[in-house]
């Protein structure tokens, strides 16, 4: 089957929306995310460097208590900090649902919810805790059309992700920094590994612990200070060269050669199939077809990671637009194409309170298994249809299929037109009986949404 | 394109949880089996960082009335610990030897006091996290035969680690009951009908919902422990949720009796629900990702320690004892002069009760369910 707008709006889209049209060929849906990012400049989110800066004052009142040896050294305005960055959290969660409600270049954000999620990063202390989406926004999402060499430096060697994975802690054995500082403990392999393991080969790859472990000693440097961003620290670094899958770096202690060994890492064609598979299994099916993936690879090695090729290489298989029902969208695309298939209004959504952003939206996210940007380790949210497709899981659905629409929207469409806008083509009999039939139209509009037809794509 | 449906036909196809069951995986003939070993063990995750001198308190330490002069002084357990007040409506337990505890243990977690380490440590079960995927009550189940659907429960709304993994795990939070009016239910299972994932869960969802004995009123640990007894008269044998609000920095005698009290709640009501028979064939086992600070810091509370407390519960207990090598109080004897010393492994008493529970073999604990873990001489943890 080749292109269809309705099913690429929904299989590589946001799903349909009662106002924007359907992309209507491939080109027109790559093309999107060549166009300069709109949606982005209309409904925007920090990025780090912003994130920090709050931090900062964060990093001199601690300063201050050291030096003065005060304990909780105005710990209500560190308290306060975290309240706020907790705060612009919720108005970026609530400005992605509008991306994805208002935009005309949907893959955009399905991409960089993918990506997000390859390269899972997220704050183990509560002032890192609202970082994941201005870390979004600064590694993944200008990366998006780019190489994939980039997008995976600008990843691993952003502040969250160092962060996250240890990194900063991680010292060369035999650097100036472990001779002098005895509480410095040594190496942190857990980047090295994961960049392996997740961001690169793959852990089917053909790597081994002395890999990682080389690895590990190359990264010795990246490091991230709260207020103080990035930097590579020379004294933390460990001297001589590094051997990784067989090519050695290094011999000086500097940034070119970690990012020489990434881009190595990134041409390698167990990253293609890595990546190739990822993709496949993320837009087309949990056991996507094996030519599919192929294809996908191929492409990769042919154009060194050049992502909008890449891309170009899935939309352009046959077997990425079977019409069967395809994959259960996870539970934030889910709510997040109901509020595109509602056309929700700006204003309403950036109107809801605390509490309403709470009960209405992060409350059931978690019920549904997937709480906000905390996903359970560094290899991020499942896949598979089974992990979504719980009973707990489905009851939170329907629930809030059920009771939300009716807060975020003031005026709720008509059910009967209500089914062809949501479903277009996918509207069944049954669906439209039960909106017909329903007692009020909001059980009506949540019935629509809850059909499988609706919660799959 | 299937005929449009009439309301009768509708009406005539639809019952609550209809006709779908024999496709739901929970309800399958097979998982009426008698399930393979009838014991049950509970794991309770207390997220935060209890304080453990705060909660089993050595008062016959000399140095103890100096680090803790905040301490409310409750029942007395040997002569040399006392219980915490806020625990008092368990001294029946201890009374019985259905209640025990171990002192000064700890994961292999040291140093960084983070409470999202150590708790992914806690669950993990291993020594460093690199690149461990699932939790170490997950691989105890995947060294069991006979496991099915509803062996093992992670309940409530938190994801619990401990028990992700590949081995099949049922999960479900009281406060996803299916809340809906009947009339929308029959609809729902209309919509979904032609999909059988979503049609079985969402039956599963109106089945769990309707428990009997899980509350509709009350505060979320008392709904889920009343559900979580109500499983373990089942199939269920395995079980874990978590006991948030540890984490007590300042003024911390209220943050715990809060805390203690959803403990003593949780365990009562899991002993009230369950029934004499399976409680005397009950172990509960509560744990912590860390203990705290022995000294009271400047706000009246204790910021983030190593050594801690872990409490043992239930029928199967041999209980009436506080377990552990005490390792002093006097400031020589504090880890880093500040924590409570640990002198044993979180992971050993849970490997010896998984031991008296499930029979897995002493090989398999130390490999496999906890990796690396040398178990000890058998503390005599169960009658």
């Known amino acids: 089957m080749p292109f269809a707008p309705q099913l690429a709006a929904i299989r590589f889209g946001c799903g349909l929306s009662p106002v924007l049209t359907p992309p209507s060929d491939a080109v027109g849906l790559l093309d ?60 970026w969660f609530v400005n992605t649902l509008l991306r994805w409600s208002w935009t005309e270049a949907p893959l955009r954000e399905r991409l960089a919810l993918f990506w997000a999620d390859h390269f899972t990063a997220r704050g183990k202390v509560m002032l890192m805790a609202s970082a994941g989406f201005p870390y979004v926004e600064d590694a993944i999402r200008p990366n998006l059309p780019g190489r994939f060499a980039d997008l995976l430096i600008a990843a691993v060697t952003h502040p969250l992700m160092l962060h996250f994975l240890d990194q900063s802690g991680s010292i060369g054995p035999n650097s100036a920094a472990a001779g002098r500082v005895k509480r410095m403990r040594g190496l942190n392999e857990n980047l090295a590994r994961e960049v392996l393991e997740l961001h690169t080969l793959g852990v089917g790859g053909p790597y081994g612990q002395a890999d990682v472990t080389q690895l590990a000693e190359l990264f010795t440097g990246l490091t991230y200070r709260y207020g103080a961003g990035f930097r590579f620290r020379k004294n933390l670094a460990e001297p001589g060269a590094e051997t990784v899958m067989g090519a050695r770096y290094g011999g000086t202690s500097a940034l070119a050669p970690i990012h020489a060994a990434l881009r190595d890492l990134a041409a390698h064609p167990a990253t293609a199939q890595h990546i190739a598979r990822k993709l496949a299994v993320h837009f087309v099916a949990d056991t996507p077809d094996p030519a599919l993936v192929a294809h996908v690879q191929a492409r990769y090695l042919a154009t060194d990671g050049d992502l909008m090729a890449v891309y170009g290489a899935l939309i352009e298989h046959p077997a990425a637009w079977g019409s069967e029902a395809g994959n259960v969208k996870p539970p934030l695309d889910f709510i997040a194409s109901a509020c595109r298939a509602l056309a929700v209004r700006p204003e309403a959504l950036q109107g809801l309170s605390r509490k309403q952003v709470q009960h209405h939206l992060l409350r059931p996210l978690a019920l549904m298994g997937q709480p906000l940007m905390r996903p359970n380790g560094p290899d991020g949210w499942p896949e598979d249809d089974a992990a979504w497709v719980t009973p707990q899981a489905v009851s939170a659905r329907l629930r809030w299929a059920l009771s939300a629409p009716g807060v975020l929207c003031t005026d709720l469409p008509d059910p009967r037109d209500f089914v062809d806008r949501a479903l277009g083509e996918r509207a069944t009999q049954p669906v439209r009986f039960a909106a017909g039939a329903a007692e009020s139209r909001s059980d009506a509009i949540g019935l629509v949404l809850a059909a499988p037809g609706f919660q799959r794509r | ?195 059988p994932a979503f049609h079985a869960a969402l039956s599963e969802a109106a089945m769990l919902s309707q428990t009997r004995g899980t509350r509709t009123k009350g505060k979320p640990h008392q709904k889920i422990a009343a559900f979580v007894a109500e499983q373990l008269r089942g199939d269920t044998r395995v079980a874990s949720f978590s006991i948030n609000g540890w984490d007590t920095h300042r003024a911390q005698q209220r943050a715990l009796n809060g805390a203690l009290g959803r403990l003593s709640d949780a365990i009562l009501t899991l002993r009230d629900g369950v029934g004499a028979a399976i409680w005397e064939r009950t172990a509960i086992v509560a744990m912590t990702e860390f203990g705290r600070t022995a000294r009271l810091n400047g706000t009246g509370g204790t910021d983030h320690g190593t050594g801690g407390a872990m409490v043992l519960a239930g029928g199967a207990i041999r209980g009436g004892r506080v377990l552990g090598d005490w390792p002093g109080l006097d400031e020589a004897d504090l880890y880093g002069r500040r924590d409570l010393m640990p002198t044993g492994d979180v992971r050993a008493p849970a490997a010896w009760l998984m031991r008296g529970l499930a029979g897995l073999e002493r090989s398999a604990l130390e490999r496999v369910v906890f990796p690396g873990l040398d178990m000890g001489r058998d503390p005599g943890l169960l009658l």
């Not at chain 2, 063990?41 to 100096?66: K, T």
């Not at chain 2, 029942?75 to 029946?92: I, V, Y």
């Not at chain 2, 150590?118 to 995927?133: M, N, Y």
């Open chain 2, 1 to 195: 394109m299937p005929a449009p449906l009439s309301r009768r036909a509708f009406l005539a196809r639809s019952t609550i949880a209809g006709c779908s069951l024999a496709a739901s995986p929970l309800v399958t003939p097979v998982s009426f089996a008698a399930a393979p070993w009838e014991t049950r063990l509970v794991v309770i995750i207390l997220r935060g960082g209890m304080d453990g001198l705060a909660v089993v308190q050595p008062h016959g330490a000399p140095e103890y009335a100096g680090l803790r002069p905040d301490r409310q002084a409750g029942p007395d357990l040997d002569g040399f610990f006392a219980l915490h007040p806020a625990l008092a409506p368990l001294m029946g337990l201890w009374a019985r030897g259905d209640l025990g505890f171990v002192h000064a243990v700890s994961t292999p977690y040291r140093d960084k006091r983070s409470h999202f380490d150590g708790q992914d440590l806690l669950e993990a079960g291993t020594v460093t996290l690199e690149g461990v995927r699932d939790g170490w009550l997950n691989r105890m189940l995947g060294q069991m035969t006979g496991v099915q659907a509803r062996t093992a429960f992670a309940v409530g709304r938190g994801e619990m680690k401990v028990l992700a993994g590949p081995a099949p795990v049922a999960d479900w939070t009281p406060d996803a009951k299916l809340t809906i009016s009947p009339q929308a239910m029959r609809l729902a299972e209309l919509v979904m009908q032609d999909d």
């Open chain 1, 32 to 91: 999107g995310l060549r166009a300069p990012d709109s949606v982005a400049e209309r409904f925007p989110i920090a990025g780090f460097a912003d994130y920090d800066r709050q931090l900062a004052e964060v990093a001199r009142i601690r300063l201050r208590a050291r030096k003065t040896g005060a304990r909780d050294t105005d710990r209500p305005r560190i308290v306060e900090i975290g309240k706020g960055l907790a705060a612009e959290h919720r108005g």
